[in-house]
């Protein structure tokens, strides 16, 4: 192989990986975050006035669930029973997370284990 061909060969390799690994480390590191209150017995996506919301997934996508208490003296959890994801319980006002990649399609109900009857409502995936 002459010379200047092996180093259009290098050249080109490297600029190839090069413009993979942002991609390769973004596709890794993806993570969507949500982040769900509970209020006075009732579920809220942070910010948003819905009560107990349905809350939509990709199914494969990684999330992180940042969940936060804000009932002192109660005690919340979040529980998707039919994925076993579930966080602490926090017993008074606090914040937790779970991490879970979300499995294939079907929707899910969700809940808080101490307030089943009235704390749940639905998961659905896109
Ligand atoms: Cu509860």
């Not at 259009?8 to 413009?19: L, S």
């Not at 942070?46 to 009932?71: I, S, Y």
Request: aromatic share 8%.
């Amino acid at each position: 192989m002459r010379r200047y061909t092996r180093v259009v060969i290098i050249v080109g390799a490297a600029a190839v990986t090069a413009g993979m690994l942002p991609r390769i480390a973004s596709s890794r590191d993806e993570m969507r975050e949500l982040r769900v209150v509970a209020r006075e017995m009732t579920f809220y996506v942070e910010g948003q006035d819905a009560p107990n919301p349905t809350l939509r997934f990709k199914a494969g996508e990684r999330v992180r669930l940042v969940f936060r208490n804000a009932d002192r003296g109660m005690s919340h959890d979040f529980v998707v029973p039919g994925w076993k994801v579930r966080t602490e319980l926090l017993e008074g006002a606090g914040e937790t997370s779970v991490t879970f990649r979300v499995p294939g399609p079907g929707s899910q109900p969700y809940t808080c284990s101490p307030h089943a009857a009235m704390m749940r409502g639905t998961i659905e995936i896109e």
